[in-house]
């Protein structure tokens, strides 16, 4: 299963715009990437997924690098609401595979009023 | 539209005891995922419904830990007998579609269980 790999920890200040990066060096082809989050004391929900091309919705974008290699969740103005852990995940969407999530530790985003 | 439901919340027990957890997915999600969330770190997968059947139990230890879906519907996540390792949050999810790519998996608030 493929790894990703992402900062421990990242501080933003409110209301200004947040980049979280991911690396994915050794994705395959069929690898979709996903975001999760999750708020303290909850479990985690989705945020966003893609597979070659940028995606946006009312959450959040997410900027995937040219060779696939790497991602980058922006949220576009963070509020304190978006203090959460932030997970980076690849699935494998074939028939033979497990759909299945691997979540690593993610990053801790603080967010500053 | 009620999300995944799991009860209790909160659970201590002695080591050597029996504890379950119960989990009630969204209402028409076919698929339903047990994990376990250690401190500090991301949830992993012990176990996967599709319907019925356990299509993928190979992370769950078997030794002492067991889970049902009676009916595709609720299901039951049960440990016995406890060890202090087990202390963690046990996470339920759910996906609304079978074998097809599902993009999204709901999550319950867990449950939190402390062995002594």
């Known amino acids: 299963d493929a790894k990703t790999t992402q900062p421990n920890s990242m501080e933003s200040n409110e209301e200004e715009p947040v980049h979280l990066p991911c690396n994915h060096s050794?994705?395959?082809?069929?690898?979709?990437i996903h975001w999760y989050r999750q708020l303290p004391s909850q479990g985690p929900e989705y945020v966003i997924h893609g597979l070659t091309s940028n995606v946006n919705n009312r959450m959040a974008s997410l900027a995937i690098a040219e060779d696939r290699k790497s991602s980058t969740l922006i949220l576009h103005r963070a509020t304190l609401r978006d203090a959460a852990v932030y997970y980076c995940?690849?699935?494998?969407?074939?028939?033979?595979?497990?759909?299945?999530?691997?979540f690593g530790t993610g990053t801790r985003l603080k967010v500053l009023a | 539209e009620a999300g995944v439901v799991q009860s209790p919340r909160y659970k201590i027990i002695e080591k050597k005891q029996p504890v379950a957890f119960w989990c009630n997915p969204i209402s028409g999600h076919n698929t339903l995922y047990w994990y376990r969330q250690n401190l500090g770190q991301g949830p992993e997968l012990l176990i996967r419904?599709?319907?019925?059947?356990?299509?993928?139990d190979s992370q769950l230890p078997k030794d002492r830990f067991s889970a049902e879906r009676l009916k595709g519907v609720d299901s039951t996540l049960k440990i016995q007998p406890a060890e202090l390792g087990d202390s963690a949050v046990y996470l339920c999810?759910?996906?609304?579609?079978?074998?097809?790519?599902?993009?999204?998996?709901?999550f319950g608030p867990g449950t939190r269980l402390t062995v002594t």
């Open positions: 419904y599709e319907n019925e059947e356990a299509v993928d």
């Open positions: 995940i690849l699935r494998d969407d074939t028939t033979s595979g497990t759909y299945k999530y691997i």
């Open positions: 050794t994705i395959s082809g069929t690898d979709y």
């Open positions: 999810a759910s996906s609304p579609r079978t074998g097809e790519r599902t993009y999204e998996q709901y």
